[in-house]
Structure formats: structure tokens, C-alpha cells
């Protein structure tokens, strides 16, 4: 809302449950202000990687920014049919779905150039971490312990991230048993990971999310590039 603060929101996401959800939350988030900027939902199937007419909704109801939860193959093939027909909106990619290796080098890194995402932890892919001790350790781990899995797959460092989670925890939780082990996430605060972002920290909270902070950051054609300081969305009511 800052780069425009009059855009006209289009959101496409997969056609279930959890959509809905989805949508609650950005109305949420931009107030009852802001809602009616909110013009367009679309929907797609899994089983088609083709969201070309998805697209061309969205671009006919005048949407001038995107909020895409778009996976695999529709999250690939979408950049490339924005450059065919020239359509240039903001568009924000949902942070599962932003990996350099999965979505962003087989897209095109010139055809997702400009776009946004956020960000928690550190990206193996990402040039910058290149001589990080901490990447350098995650990738000493995976190689020898899952030789199958790609050090560059971002969700590789998230499930190594989580266990570094789950290990601070199991040294604070009070008894060997499920519901200490609850308490000890939940009471998770400000825990610092060398695998996390610059000023990202996890807190728990009930319902066992930890990751409430998120770098928002713009791809450059190379890396993402931070923009702004770190959001903690705790601090909100999008988030219940």
C-alpha cells in the first residue's frame, strides 16, 4: 500500500478451504478502510498449471497489484504469460512459494524482476550467504546426513531451521513428557538462530506458531534485496 497507496487488489490462490481463510486475513489486514480495494478473487487447480484466463480476470477487473499464492507449475508459468501479454502489476509472491531454485530460476529471473515476497530465514540459494558459517554448517549437514536432498532448496533450510527450534525446546521443556514439550514451544521467546534473518527472531504463542517476523524484500533479477525493516505480524489483527 505504500508504493500505491489507491491500488485496486486482485488475489489468486488454489481453490480450497484454506483460501478463504486467506482472503479474511488480507481484509483483515488492509481494515475496513482500505477493504473495498480488494476487487478481485480468482481461483485455480491444482491440476492445471495453465492460469493464463485466471491472469486475464484479474487484469480485466483493472487489478493494479496482486497478492499470488500460486505453487509449482502455475507459479512458474504465471510470470512467463505477464511478460507475453506486457501486463505489469505489483505482484507479491506468498513466502512458500518465492524459492529461488523451485519457482524463480525456472519462471525466468529477468520475467520476476520487481517482484515481492517476505522472508524469515536466510536462502541457501541466495549469493549473499555464500561464506555465512551458518549456510556453510547447513550444507556440511545435508550433505552428509541427506545426501538425497539439494543444499540450495530453501525448504531443506526450513525443515533444518524447525529442527533447531525443536531442539532449543526439548532443553527447556520441564518433564519428558507432550504437554511439556507444548509449553516449552509455546513459551518459545526471541529465540535468535544463526540460520534466521537479520532482527528475525521466533516467539510461540499458543497454537504453536513461531514465525510471526518476516523481512518484506524485492527481487532484484539476482537475489532479493530487504526492503524496509523487519514486520512482526503478532503486532496485528490479521493473524488470530
Known amino acids: 500500500m505504500e508504493k500505491d497507496a489507491q491500488a485496486k487488489i486482485g488475489v489468486i490462490a488454489l481453490n480450497n478451504e484454506l483460501t478463504a ?40 477487473a483493472g487489478v493494479t497489484a496482486v497478492i499470488s499464492n500460486l505453487a509449482g507449475l502455475q507459479g512458474v508459468s504465471a510470470p512467463k504469460y505477464l511478460k507475453q501479454i506486457g501486463w505489469k502489476p505489483i505482484w507479491f509472491v506468498q513466502a512458500l512459494n518465492s524459492s529461488r531454485t523451485a519457482i524463480l530460476e525456472p519462471a525466468g529471473l529477468d520475467n520476476v524482476k520487481g517482484f515481492y515476497s517476505t522472508q524469515w530465514a536466510k536462502d541457501p540459494a541466495d549469493a549473499r550467504w555464500a561464506d555465512d558459517p551458518a549456510i556453510t554448517r547447513y550444507r556440511e549437514v545435508i550433505t552428509k546426513h541427506a545426501s538425497d536432498v539439494k543444499p540450495a532448496d530453501d525448504k531443506a533450510l526450513f525443515g533444518y531451521a524447525a529442527g533447531q527450534a525443536f531442539a532449543d525446546a526439548l532443553k527447556r521443556m520441564k518433564s519428558p513428557t507432550r504437554a511439556a514439550l ?22 510461540g504463542g499458543a497454537g504453536g506458531r513461531l514465525v510471526n517476523q518476516y523481512q518484506i ?19 496485528t489483527d490479521a493473524v488470530t
Open 21 to 60: 481463510d486467506y482472503v479474511t486475513g488480507i481484509k483483515k489486514a488492509l481494515g475496513a478502510d482500505r477493504e473495498a480495494q480488494l476487487v478481485k478473487v480468482v481461483s485455480y487447480d491444482v491440476a492445471n498449471p495453465d492460469v493464463s484466463a485466471q491472469l486475464l480476470e484479474l487484469k480485466d
Open 182 to 203: 507444548v509449553e516449552a514451544i509455546d513459551s518459545t521467546t526471541d529465540l535468535a538462530l544463526d540460520t534466521l534473518l537479520p532482527g528475525v527472531r521466533l516467539n
Open 217 to 235: 524484500s524485492q527481487f532484484d533479477g539476482e537475489q532479493w534485496q530487504p526492503v524496509g525493516d523487519v514486520v512482526d505480524i503478532s503486532r
